[in-house]
């Protein structure tokens, strides 16, 4: 895949499943309308706030990775050509996951809406039942021991403080 069509893919696909996600999903249970139950809730606002940011960032930034490093896309119907592994995918195997999970979070907090906190603890067993499911094991078959030394120096959803040291994805791997 060129990088064009990975950027291509890359960023219809973040429209769709994020864009759903942390964008409807937070509209359609709150119509982003913001509570105001307690005066003192402005620093609450403040980090959640900075956490939506944060993870609105961290999202946009795996998603470069994909493109930059794997030649692909995060959707599985395009996937990239070789394993992620460098930047924030040194620390964690699933920022993607994290910062959507940080991101209506953020949005749970700035609007001081409780409803959004039972809403990112869904998608978060969502995306675990996926990862677990789903993606690990169609990760083992297209990049069998690469993946799987990879998959034992990175946690997949606590990450680690300092970034793991691996040998990135060499050009040839992942031709399945």
Do not use: K
């Not at 409807?24 to 105001?36: E, F, I, R, Y």
């Not at 969502?126 to 990862?131: P, S």
């Amino acid at each position: 895949m060129t990088r064009v069509r990975a950027a291509l893919g890359s960023v219809l696909f973040f429209c769709v499943a994020p864009g759903l996600v942390v964008g409807l999903g937070p509209w359609l249970l709150t119509g982003w309308q913001m509570h105001d139950p307690l005066p003192y809730l402005l620093p609450v606002r403040v980090v959640g706030g900075l956490l939506l940011a944060a993870g609105l960032a961290f999202l946009v930034t795996a998603f470069v990775r994909f493109v930059v490093e794997g030649l692909g896309t995060p959707a599985p119907v395009a996937p990239t050509e070789h394993l992620v592994v460098g930047g924030i995918y040194r620390h964690v195997r699933n920022p993607m996951y994290l910062a959507v999970a940080a991101a209506i979070l953020g949005q749970a907090l700035l609007l001081a809406r409780p409803v959004l906190l039972g809403y990112a603890v869904a998608i978060l067993a969502l995306q675990y039942a996926f990862v677990r499911f789903h993606e690990e094991p169609a990760l083992r078959r297209r990049f069998g021991e690469q993946y799987d030394t990879y998959r034992r120096a990175v946690p997949g959803w606590w990450p680690r403080l300092r970034p793991w040291r691996g040998a990135p994805a060499s050009p040839t791997s992942g031709r399945g």
